[in-house]
């Protein structure tokens, strides 16, 4: 009895539910977008009907159809295509600079409130004085000053989002922090490099991962905002932003080409939004 | 409560606080234009200008001089109003800066004007009721312009308003804004998109100020005694949830150093913004240094003005 009861244990693969997590259904559908659009990003470019940059239509600005499903852009470019391959951009932008400023805020964050003192305090002020500049307006400054490419947007993305993450993570690691366990940890003579991997980072790990989900957020509506002034991805690639700036003149044609690339922008930010604020409170709330 | 010393000593402290966070900010602005791209000579030369033309430019600019030294004689020309002069067009900064801004300040203004009362009324009411349809609807509005771009808010309205009912202009600004109906027309678009998104911010923080104040023991105490929902959140929650919504309404606010860059761009707005980004396809670093400046300066006004109400209007964070 015991032994099959154990045999079925180790078979059970973990999956949320197995992990006793429950996901309600704004959640799902949340997970199921956000999903959708990751495995866009990697096979966008072998599922597109038509080759990305190629001219397919005389007609510029075409409504949609059989042939040309959301329409095609000011050149006569089918925007389905240019859609598909636009998410690897925006996707794949926004999830670089996403893990480099999480991974900088965390760590910086949680050695700030293991150490202390004053290199916690110069710290502090710094990364919040940094937060005190408007984070498009960052953007743009930088762009102006280097110029763009895919790794200052990725790197000046990480850059602009790092002080907010550092916050987060150093309010949650300071609380921890005063817990006997890593008070005990302490007295042992436990090196900072060992309480911050194995006391402090498991038990905010799941707030954190929270606060990835809506600064990745940020970072796209960024991205697309300096996109859309042309200081983000260059021609002929676009990202969804760039995609809406090249057809905005279709705009007052009603153009599907305008309309496209922002309900993907949309879909994606708010399906993010709606899986985080749906997450079980077991994941979200762990600390509290 | 004006009176104790411990008011002011916070005030000032948080005043403090501001100045040095705009001096760190005003040498990253600094180090980002000047620092960053290389050569600032040979940029303005380009690539087939001689060796001996780039360092004289580079003499008569002074940026052989050491970049620290540099950036104490720009800081002090800002603080006395100087700007400097425009790399293209040779213009003083402050002469092309005063007209725009006035144009962005009458925007911002005319957006405030819009936003606070609107959001206020939707925002408390969306408490009083919280739960209701009413509220859930509110929330699914702001929510949704929230996590979109602005640029898609403005795209919508353009939609909306110019293509499908045929009531305004869709992408143009209007030169001659001789008759009120003209004037109304051209600011027509830019306020209604920049309301939007400051205004799903404001109802967002204001409910939520509001409903925390609900949530305290005596408002609950008023609803045992028998008031009614209205008179409970107006007359008895209200008052103690000012301070929180000034604060909400200040910070709110900021979002439009934000929104006021996307959308001075897609109306053809002439603002601060709009310079900026066209300085950006010229490479004109001075131009762009000093619009930024300005946009961090009211950011953190705006910023600092709502700590500090939070400070005056709430007795337990001065101790």
Same mark, same amino acid.
């Given at each position: 009895?015991?032994?099959?009861?154990?045999?079925?244990?180790?078979?059970?693969? *973990?999956?949320?539910?197995?992990?006793?997590?429950?996901?309600? #259904?704004?959640?799902?559908?949340?997970?199921?977008?956000?999903?959708?659009? @990751?495995?866009?990003?990697?096979?966008?470019?072998?599922?597109?009907?038509?080759?990305?940059?190629?001219?397919?239509?005389?007609?510029?600005?075409?409504?949609?159809?059989?042939?040309?499903?959301?329409?095609?852009?000011? =050149? !006569?470019?089918?925007?389905?295509?240019?859609?598909?391959?636009?998410?690897?951009?925006?996707?794949?932008?926004?999830?670089?600079?996403?893990?480099?400023?999480?991974? !900088?805020?965390?760590?910086? !964050?949680?050695?700030? @409130?293991?150490?202390?003192?004053?290199?916690?305090?110069? /710290?502090?002020?710094? =990364?919040? @004085?940094?937060?005190?500049?408007?984070?498009?307006?960052?953007?743009?400054?930088?762009?102006?000053?280097?110029?763009?490419?895919?790794?200052?947007?990725?790197?000046? /993305?990480?850059?602009?989002? =790092?002080?907010?993450?550092?916050?987060?993570?150093?309010?949650?690691?300071?609380?921890?922090?005063?817990?006997?366990?890593?008070?005990? @940890?302490?007295?042992?003579?436990?090196?900072?490099?060992?309480?911050?991997?194995?006391?402090?980072?498991?038990?905010?790990?799941?707030?954190?991962?929270?606060?990835?989900?809506?600064?990745?957020?940020?970072?796209? =509506?960024?991205?697309?905002?300096?996109?859309?002034?042309?200081?983000?991805?260059?021609? *002929?690639?676009?990202? #969804?932003?760039?995609?809406?700036?090249?057809?905005?003149?279709?705009?007052?044609?009603?153009?599907?080409?305008?309309?496209?690339?922002?309900?993907?922008?949309?879909?994606?930010?708010?399906?993010?939004?709606?899986?985080?604020?749906?997450?079980?409170?077991?994941?979200?709330?762990?600390?509290? | 409560?004006?009176?104790?010393?411990?008011?002011?000593?916070?005030? +000032?402290?948080?005043?403090?606080?501001?100045?040095?966070?705009?001096?760190?900010?005003?040498?990253?602005?600094?180090?980002?234009?000047?620092?960053?791209?290389?050569?600032?000579?040979?940029?303005?030369?380009?690539?087939?200008?001689?060796?001996?033309?780039?360092?004289?430019?580079?003499?008569?600019?002074?940026?052989?001089?050491?970049? %620290?030294?540099? %950036?104490?004689?720009?800081?002090?020309?800002?603080?006395? +109003?100087?700007? +400097?002069?425009?790399?293209?067009?040779?213009?003083?900064? &402050?002469?092309?800066?005063?007209?725009?801004?006035?144009?962005?300040?009458?925007?911002?203004?005319?957006?405030?004007?819009?936003?606070?009362?609107?959001?206020?009324?939707?925002?408390?009411?969306?408490?009083?009721?919280?739960?209701?349809?009413?509220?859930?609807?509110?929330?699914?509005?702001?929510?949704?312009?929230?996590?979109?771009?602005? %640029?898609?808010?403005?795209?919508?309205?353009?939609?909306? %308003?110019?293509?499908?009912?045929?009531?305004?202009?869709?992408?143009?600004?209007?030169?001659?804004?001789?008759?009120?109906?003209?004037?109304?027309?051209?600011?027509?678009?830019?306020?209604?998109?920049?309301?939007?998104?400051?205004? &799903?911010?404001?109802?967002?923080?204001?409910? &939520?100020?509001?409903?925390?104040?609900?949530?305290?023991?005596?408002?609950?105490?008023?609803?045992?005694?028998?008031?009614?929902?209205?008179?409970?959140?107006?007359?008895?929650?209200?008052?103690?949830?000012?301070?929180?919504?000034?604060?909400?309404?200040?910070?709110?606010?900021?979002?439009?150093?934000?929104?006021?860059?996307?959308?001075?761009?897609?109306?053809?707005?002439? +603002?601060?913004?709009?310079?900026?980004?066209?300085?950006?396809?010229?490479?004109?670093?001075?131009?762009?240094?000093?619009?930024?400046?300005?946009?961090?300066?009211?950011?953190?006004?705006?910023?600092?003005?709502?700590?500090?109400?939070?400070?005056?209007?709430?007795?337990?964070?001065?101790?």
């Amino acid at each position: 009895m015991t032994m099959t009861k154990q045999r079925t244990r180790s078979l059970r693969l *973990p999956t949320p539910a197995n992990l006793g997590y429950r996901f309600n #259904w704004a959640g799902r559908i949340g997970l199921t977008v956000i999903l959708f659009w @990751a495995v866009i990003a990697v096979i966008g470019r072998w599922v597109a009907p038509y080759p990305v940059g190629e001219i397919v239509d005389f007609d510029y600005f075409g409504p949609v159809s059989g042939d040309y499903w959301m329409g095609t852009d000011y =050149l !006569g470019r089918d925007i389905f295509s240019r859609i598909l391959m636009g998410a690897r951009y925006t996707v794949g932008i926004a999830l670089g600079a996403v893990t480099l400023a999480c991974a !900088g805020g965390i760590v910086l !964050g949680m050695i700030a @409130a293991v150490i202390g003192g004053l290199f916690d305090t110069c /710290l502090s002020r710094f =990364l919040d @004085a940094l937060n005190g500049i408007p984070s498009l307006l960052f953007g743009i400054v930088v762009v102006a000053a280097v110029g763009t490419s895919i790794t200052v947007l990725i790197l000046t /993305l990480a850059v602009i989002y =790092l002080p907010g993450s550092y916050r987060f993570a150093r309010a949650l690691a300071v609380n921890v922090n005063t817990m006997d366990f890593v008070t005990v @940890a302490r007295a042992r003579g436990e090196k900072t490099s060992y309480l911050i991997t194995r006391e402090i980072f498991p038990n905010i790990v799941g707030p954190v991962f929270a606060d990835l989900g809506l600064r990745f957020v940020f970072i796209v =509506l960024v991205l697309s905002g300096l996109s859309f002034l042309g200081l983000g991805v260059q021609p *002929p690639n676009a990202d #969804w932003g760039a995609l809406v700036r090249e057809n905005i003149e279709g705009l007052s044609l009603g153009a599907p080409a305008v309309v496209f690339p922002c309900l993907a922008i949309a879909s994606l930010t708010i399906s993010v939004n709606l899986f985080i604020d749906n997450l079980p409170t077991k994941i979200r709330d762990r600390s509290d | 409560m004006l009176r104790s010393p411990t008011t002011w000593l916070l005030v +000032g402290q948080r005043l403090t606080i501001a100045f040095i966070t705009l001096l760190i900010v005003s040498f990253a602005v600094f180090f980002a234009t000047e620092l960053l791209p290389g050569d600032v000579a040979q940029i303005l030369l380009g690539q087939a200008a001689t060796p001996e033309a780039v360092a004289g430019l580079r003499e008569a600019m002074g940026l052989d001089r050491p970049a %620290f030294l540099r %950036f104490l004689s720009w800081l002090g020309g800002l603080a006395t +109003g100087d700007m +400097g002069r425009s790399y293209v067009n040779d213009i003083e900064i &402050a002469e092309l800066v005063s007209g725009r801004l006035v144009n962005s300040l009458r925007l911002a203004g005319i957006v405030t004007a819009i936003c606070v009362p609107v959001s206020l009324t939707l925002g408390i009411a969306a408490a009083m009721w919280r739960g209701s349809w009413f509220d859930r609807g509110v929330s699914i509005m702001t929510i949704s312009f929230i996590s979109v771009p602005e %640029f898609m808010v403005a795209t919508l309205a353009v939609l909306i %308003f110019a293509v499908w009912l045929d009531w305004l202009p869709a992408l143009s600004y209007g030169v001659n804004v001789d008759s009120l109906g003209a004037m109304l027309r051209a600011y027509a678009m830019p306020v209604i998109t920049l309301s939007f998104v400051v205004c &799903a911010q404001m109802i967002r923080m204001t409910r &939520a100020a509001v409903i925390e104040t609900i949530n305290t023991p005596y408002v609950e105490m008023a609803l045992l005694k028998g008031a009614s929902r209205s008179r409970m959140v107006l007359v008895h929650a209200l008052p103690n949830a000012l301070g929180p919504i000034a604060n909400a309404v200040a910070l709110s606010l900021s979002y439009l150093v934000g929104g006021v860059i996307i959308v001075e761009t897609i109306f053809n707005y002439p +603002g601060v913004a709009k310079l900026m980004v066209d300085a950006v396809s010229t490479r004109d670093l001075p131009l762009i240094q000093s619009c930024a400046m300005i946009f961090c300066v009211s950011y953190l006004t705006l910023i600092t003005l709502a700590d500090m109400i939070a400070i005056l209007s709430n007795p337990r964070l001065r101790q």
